[in-house]
């Protein structure tokens, strides 16, 4: 026999299955802790992000038929009593709360318009700020996972590389069979945590660009209606 064949014989048996499966379950404890936690932060992000998508898109035809409904000449009164009736969101909502406190104002007994306008822009900007914490519900968990995940991946690449470091002491062999199945152990928890972190970021940041574009809309809708109100108060007045 020669050396080289006696070298080899006195090496460690290290399994030579590198798929991703067989790197999870030869992982130590923590590193599996880590992939596990980054996986479901993976699909916790999927889930809001398509529940996200779902909300903006039913969210935005709303305002168009809403829209489409108020400047079609339809007299507002008919329009508030078809809507005061059943619940509203976005648009809609911000027109019910500013005509439910001008009919409170013009149908008490004291039928004083005195800050009448004043009221009624608050009232509208309750239901706008109400809307927008709807809209930006979970957003945080996008924005936690995009710049958190990473970092955690990497404490699980560290570990694991501690982990092999620890093993190659043990065997005294620094040989590559020996090193890159633990390294390749710990390379793939970074891999799962920018799985987890690319998506969350991408979504965060187009669901925050969503947000303030609806956001404006609702804000020029409460101007314009604001207006068409103070018009009505000055002539009554």
Known sequence: MNPAEVTQSAMPLVSADV?????????????????????????????????????YSRTKRAMDRFEQAFWSGESIDELYRALASKPTHSMAACFVAAMREWKRSFESQARSVAGLQMRIEKVMNVSIAREIDRLERRLLVLATVGSAGPFVGLFGT?????????????????SLAVVAPGIAEALFATAIG???????????????SEVNRQAQRLEGFADEFSAILSRQIDERG
Not at 26 to 38: E, N, P, T
Not at 158 to 174: D, L, P, R
Not at 194 to 208: D, R, S, V
Request: proline share 1%; glycine share 2%; net charge positive.
């Open 158 to 174: 560290v570990w694991g590389i501690m982990s092999s470091f620890q093993s190659i002491a043990a065997s005294k062999n620094t």
């Open 19 to 55: 798929s991703l499966i067989a790197l999870f379950w030869q992982a130590h404890w923590v590193v599996k802790a880590v992939m596990l936690g980054l996986l479901a932060c993976s699909v916790w992000v999927w889930a809001i992000a398509i529940d996200k998508i779902l909300l």
């Open 194 to 208: 920018l799985i987890a972190a690319i998506p969350a970021t991408i979504f965060y940041n187009k669901f925050t």
